[in-house]
């Protein structure tokens, strides 16, 4: 990915993160196709603790899917698969 491609990433995430309706603390999760995982306790936008993380190839492969997992025991979660697009020429 490209550094504006990771930035509009960077960006994407967190949209979803802070509106996936889960209230804080829960957990997200980051799992690639080629099975890099990234797992962060999340308490607010600015308060991200890190929990683990296994990378395959220093990078997340796609499609990445992003969970949220709420911390409560209520077994809240909310989903989303993302893909990078197809470049087409012109």
Known sequence: MSPADQARFRTFVASFVNDCGIEPPFLVVLT???G???VARYFSAEDVEP???HMVDEA???PIIVTAISADGTGRSAKIE????GRTLQ
């Open 60 to 62: 997340f492969v796609s």
């Open 82 to 85: 993302i893909e990078q697009a």
């Open 51 to 53: 929990v683990c993380e």
């Open 36 to 38: 890099s995982v990234r």
């Open 32 to 34: 690639g196709s080629n």
